[in-house]
């Protein structure tokens, strides 16, 4: 499946990292943490390693390891803006639960 970008999303993506000067994309991962289990992670990236899965969409390149990818295929990430708080939002097909705060999920 991959994963996929809204416009508002690859928008602040590049924005990032024309501000950051370098970097090849973005990475995409998971982390065992918070009340549900797992965490997103999200960070730039200056080199790819063999292992890593590369998706490109909307003039992004999206990086995630093999681990993080069974439990982020078929996510679109999304960038929202609420009020005051704006943010990194991602809509992954594969959560089956989250926590009360919205910071861990679980599958």
Do not use: H, R, W
């Given at each position: 499946?991959?994963?996929?970008m809204t416009e508002a999303a690859a928008q602040r993506a590049r924005a990032f990292l024309e501000s950051r000067g370098k970097g090849v994309g973005i990475r995409l991962g998971v982390k065992t943490t918070?009340?549900?289990g797992l965490a997103y992670v999200m960070e730039f990236v200056d080199s790819v390693d063999d292992t890593d899965s590369v998706f490109e969409d909307k003039g992004v390149k999206i990086?995630?390891?093999?681990?993080?990818l069974v439990y982020l295929d078929g996510t679109e990430l999304d960038f929202v803006k609420e009020g005051l708080n704006e943010g990194f939002e991602f809509n992954n097909p594969n959560a089956k639960g989250e926590c009360g705060c919205g910071?861990?999920?679980?599958?």
């Open positions: 499946m991959g994963i996929t918070g009340c549900s990086i995630i390891d093999g681990k993080s910071e861990s999920f679980n599958v």
